[in-house]
């Protein structure tokens, strides 16, 4: 069987943002480009997937070429809410915080497929957690800081007000979370971000006071929003439809709120026979198993993290049902058990949460 390949979705706008970084030191930028398979013309247009090798290269390359470490917050601060297509219209209109968050989790798929979202409330404050459902690889760090800083943005465009043009002084978002070490520009990361930053966090994401979740937003337009609302409905059916078999797998596996299903409910949920899901997987590259494999470790990984869940509580969401089976796994995945990497992920974070 050919080697499984992971592959993703993004948008042009983003290779491009890259390429200006790169073009403004004097790199070649078609050289550039080339590490990732793909060529300058290609970047006016709707791209293909995307293997996460090329795009962790592309990166790797981009920070080599500027020699800038903080490449992924300096691409993040230009990720402006205009830059979100008809998911940043839809949110410059939404009526409160939740409702922009509540959005943002559902489409952000819309923008690309290396991270998914999730909302959770801890103690008086609502989380917005950046997932990651593939390995990023080499381009972790550079990924989760574009991504946050992004999503800050489109928090903080329309601040919650008091009335016409009563926007608040300050942003709604109170603290950032990485789940990595602090870099060595952590103190430069601060000053762009400009609020409080949890480095080595059990949880990246957006945290704000659950207070201000529900407040009404300035610019909000209910009809605008619906509109909007529409539209990114339709492009996600529409991407759906062009998506690979093995990209509409995962959505079918990350989308379950039952664990993860078996291939016949899968291949049913596709209106495929299993036999034919089986030999599409095989042409792309990778097999059912490898695909549920690959969701397992990242999400048993995601779960010991955050530390809400027991160990047999994580075994039993991913489909365990035998806690022996999870823990030799999880093993083979980490190299300790589940116990000692969420204590390891314990430890980390400390006084962080």
């Known amino acids: 069987m050919p080697k499984h390949i992971q592959t993703i979705q993004l948008q042009s706008l983003y290779i491009r943002q890259i390429a200006e970084h790169v073009a403004a030191v004097g790199g070649d930028v078609a050289q ?33 070429i500027t020699k800038e470490p903080a490449l992924g917050l300096l691409v993040g601060d230009r990720l402006r809410i205009n830059t979100l297509g008809v998911l ?45 459902p593939i390995a990023l ?41 990485f789940a990595m070490p602090a870099p060595a520009y952590a103190d430069f990361a601060r000053q762009l971000v400009g609020c409080e930053l949890a480095w080595s966090s059990s949880w ?6 659950i207070a201000r979740a529900d407040e009404a937003l300035s610019a909000a337009d209910a009809s605008a929003y619906a509109q909007a609302e529409q539209l990114c409905e339709r492009e996600r059916l529409r991407l759906a439809s062009q998506q690979s078999t093995t990209a509409r797998v995962r959505r079918l596996l990350l989308e379950s709120s039952a664990g993860l299903p078996g291939l016949p409910l899968v291949a049913r949920q596709l209106h495929l026979g299993q036999r034919t899901l089986h030999r599409r997987l095989l042409e792309e590259g990778t097999s059912f198993r490898q695909i549920t494999e690959d969701l397992r470790r990242s999400l048993a990984s995601e779960h010991l993290q955050r530390g809400q869940l027991t160990v047999q509580e994580v075994a039993y969401l991913l489909g365990y049902t035998d806690l022996a089976n999870f823990r030799r796994a999880f093993r083979r995945w980490q190299g300790m058990s589940p116990s000692d990497y969420r204590a390891a992920c314990a430890d980390a974070s400390k006084t962080r949460d």
Do not use: C
Not at 32 to 52: I, K, S, T, V
Not at 98 to 116: C, D, H, N, P
């Open 204 to 209: 990246s994401g957006l945290a704000l006071p």
């Open 32 to 64: 550039w480009l080339a590490r990732g398979g793909l060529r300058p013309a290609q970047l006016a247009l709707e791209l293909p997937e995307l293997p996460m090798d090329a795009f962790a290269r592309l990166v790797e390359g981009a920070i080599a």
């Open 137 to 177: 690889g080499s381009a972790r760090r550079s990924v989760l800081e574009a991504v946050l800083l992004a999503l800050k943005h489109a928090l903080e465009f329309n601040r919650v007000g008091h009335g016409m043009g009563g926007g608040l002084s300050s942003g709604p978002v109170s603290r950032v979370a």
């Open 88 to 132: 940043g219209f839809a949110a410059m209109s939404g009526g409160s915080l939740r409702q922009v968050i509540e959005l943002l989790v559902r489409y952000i798929g819309l923008r690309t497929s290396l991270v998914s979202l999730a909302v959770q409330v801890h103690r008086h404050e609502l989380r917005l957690m950046v997932l990651e």
